[in-house]
């Protein structure tokens, strides 16, 4: 077969994925939109088909499979979502906004394990970090200084470790956990409660388009959604959703960052608490959290301890889906020695690896998932290499390539040093 063959072969495809994108986001617009379908029933619809194209050519079934109503089915059927589905994908389409759908391999794995998820959300920047091991940190808009500086430490050691920072980009607390995760190699991803033609509050312009180029924002609103207050209790549940646990910084008894943490409750996620002056009122929400069973944390390790199950099963999920990777046989990598003398070098990566530990015990290349072994492979370990390198050796997104460092460092593996540099352990 000829390159021009292959090339037409592989365009035909594409051309066939990509049109069976869009009939699911055309789907799910009109699940989305028709009366008497909420999130709970959107779940069940979605569970029970191969994809939502197929559920909506069998609303005729859904009774049947008690799905839905009677009266749904046929609303559905004489089309009666079809003129606010299209005004959506109207103003998407005018906009060139990107979506990702419940039936693509990039929709959020932990969102659909949430009563209530969405079909679909809208996004600017890195996708994959919706399927980092992340945390959600929130707290209230009218804080202390006391609870800015705490939010900001507990924040940026949780990115060092290369968990995502999960908040949604209110002043106050919700500012800090960004900054905080823009700050480490976890970065920060923001769920709104408007539309993504909207920057709210404006004061966070500067962060917005930190996170559009370095992490992520994404929102289930369409264009042109205002910021009423009805929709920041509903964006809540994505931003626990998206998250292992929920770390509330600094909430007074009737904070909306309550609301979070209940929904995580509700979700089976764990909440996390921290402690403030007895005194001081917006730390009562915090301390009535503690009474009712959330933990008191006050250092980002307690968090990963806490999680080292749930960390583990996640980064799991990271290291084994289909990644595109790009390693040559001999890659060439740019690195930092000890002394701090730059050099070039190319490091052979070889199939039969094995890699000695510390403690004197050898892991098989075998015993890694292929993404772990590729970044294993060109890390030294007398030799610093910076995180930018290995995403440009290996291929790997920024949000993937995290979440793989984080399972190496677990499995004692990987050493990370100051200024985002990683070495291997071992001789």
Same mark, same amino acid.
């Given at each position: 077969?000829?390159?021009?063959?292959?090339?037409?072969?592989?365009?035909?495809?594409?051309?066939?994925?990509?049109?069976?994108?869009?009939?699911?986001?055309?789907?799910?617009?009109?699940?989305? *939109?028709?009366?008497?379908?909420?999130?709970?029933?959107?779940?069940?619809?979605?569970?029970?088909?191969?994809?939502?194209?197929?559920?909506?050519?069998?609303?005729?079934?859904?009774?049947?499979?008690?799905?839905?109503?009677?009266?749904?089915?046929?609303?559905?059927?004489?089309?009666?979502?079809?003129?606010?589905?299209?005004?959506?994908?109207?103003?998407?389409?005018?906009?060139?906004?990107? $979506?990702?759908?419940?039936?693509?391999?990039?929709?959020?794995? !932990?969102?659909?394990?949430?009563?209530?998820?969405?079909?679909?959300?809208?996004?600017?920047?890195?996708? #994959?970090?919706?399927?980092?091991?992340?945390?959600?940190?929130?707290?209230?808009?009218?804080?202390?200084?006391?609870?800015?500086?705490?939010?900001?430490?507990?924040?940026?050691?949780?990115?060092?470790?290369?968990?995502?920072?999960?908040?949604?980009? #209110?002043?106050?607390?919700?500012?800090?956990? *960004?900054?905080?995760?823009?700050?480490?190699?976890?970065?920060?991803?923001?769920? !709104?409660?408007?539309?993504?033609?909207?920057?709210?509050?404006?004061?966070? #312009?500067?962060?917005?388009?930190? !996170?559009?180029?370095?992490?992520?924002?994404?929102?289930?609103?369409?264009?042109?959604?205002?910021?009423?207050?009805?929709?920041?209790?509903?964006?809540?549940?994505?931003?626990?959703?998206?998250?292992?646990?929920?770390?509330?910084?600094?909430?007074?008894?009737?904070?909306?960052?309550?609301?979070?943490?209940?929904?995580?409750?509700?979700?089976?996620?764990?909440?996390?608490?921290?402690?403030?002056?007895?005194?001081?009122?917006?730390?009562?929400?915090? *301390?009535?959290?503690?009474?009712?069973?959330?933990?008191?944390?006050?250092?980002?390790?307690?968090?990963?301890?806490?999680?080292?199950?749930?960390?583990?099963?996640?980064?799991?999920?990271?290291?084994?889906?289909?990644?595109?990777?790009?390693?040559?046989?001999?890659?060439?990598?740019?690195?930092?020695?000890?002394?701090?003398?730059?050099?070039?070098?190319?490091?052979?990566?070889?199939?039969?690896?094995?890699?000695?530990?510390?403690?004197?015990? *050898?892991?098989?290349?075998?015993? !890694?998932?292929?993404?772990?072994?590729?970044?294993?492979?060109?890390?030294? #370990?007398?030799?610093?290499?910076?995180?930018?390198?290995?995403?440009?050796?290996?291929?790997?997104?920024?949000?993937?390539?995290?979440?793989?460092?984080?399972?190496?460092?677990?499995?004692?593996?990987?050493?990370?040093?100051?200024?985002?540099? $990683?070495?291997?352990?071992?001789?």
């Amino acid at each position: 077969m000829s390159n021009r063959q292959t090339a037409d072969g592989q365009g035909a495809e594409s051309a066939v994925a990509q049109q069976a994108l869009h009939d699911e986001y055309r789907a799910a617009l009109a699940l989305r *939109h028709t009366p008497g379908l909420g999130p709970r029933t959107w779940k069940r619809i979605a569970e029970a088909f191969p994809t939502l194209t197929d559920a909506a050519r069998s609303a005729g079934t859904w009774p049947g499979l008690r799905l839905t109503r009677s009266t749904v089915s046929a609303s559905f059927l004489s089309k009666a979502w079809l003129k606010a589905a299209e005004q959506e994908y109207g103003l998407v389409r005018e906009r060139g906004l990107r $979506y990702v759908t419940w039936s693509d391999p990039q929709f959020p794995r !932990l969102l659909k394990t949430i009563p209530d998820p969405p079909l679909y959300l809208y996004y600017l920047g890195d996708v #994959a970090l919706m399927n980092t091991p992340s945390l959600a940190l929130v707290g209230s808009r009218q804080c202390s200084e006391y609870g800015l500086k705490a939010a900001r430490a507990m924040g940026e050691e949780l990115s060092r470790a290369g968990i995502t920072i999960v908040s949604g980009l #209110a002043m106050g607390i919700d500012r800090q956990a *960004h900054l905080a995760g823009l700050s480490a190699i976890g970065s920060s991803v923001a769920v !709104l409660g408007t539309g993504l033609d909207r920057i709210y509050p404006e004061a966070n #312009a500067d962060i917005w388009e930190e !996170l559009r180029t370095r992490g992520l924002i994404v929102t289930e609103f369409p264009p042109l959604t205002i910021p009423e207050p009805q929709n920041f209790p509903v964006r809540n549940r994505i931003i626990s959703g998206l998250s292992l646990g929920v770390l509330v910084a600094e909430a007074a008894e009737k904070s909306g960052s309550l609301i979070t943490a209940k929904l995580a409750l509700d979700q089976g996620r764990e909440v996390f608490a921290l402690p403030g002056p007895v005194t001081q009122a917006t730390y009562g929400g915090c *301390h009535a959290l503690i009474r009712q069973g959330a933990q008191l944390v006050t250092s980002a390790v307690e968090i990963i301890a806490t999680l080292d199950h749930e960390l583990r099963s996640a980064l799991s999920s990271v290291v084994n889906r289909d990644a595109q990777l790009d390693v040559k046989d001999h890659a060439p990598i740019i690195m930092q020695s000890d002394g701090g003398r730059h050099e070039e070098t190319r490091i052979p990566i070889s199939l039969n690896a094995n890699v000695q530990l510390e403690n004197g015990r *050898h892991i098989q290349i075998d015993d !890694l998932a292929p993404e772990e072994n590729a970044v294993l492979l060109v890390l030294a #370990a007398d030799v610093r290499t910076h995180i930018d390198v290995l995403g440009r050796t290996t291929g790997l997104a920024s949000g993937t390539l995290s979440g793989i460092l984080l399972a190496l460092e677990l499995k004692g593996l990987v050493r990370q040093w100051p200024g985002m540099y $990683y070495s291997r352990k071992g001789s």
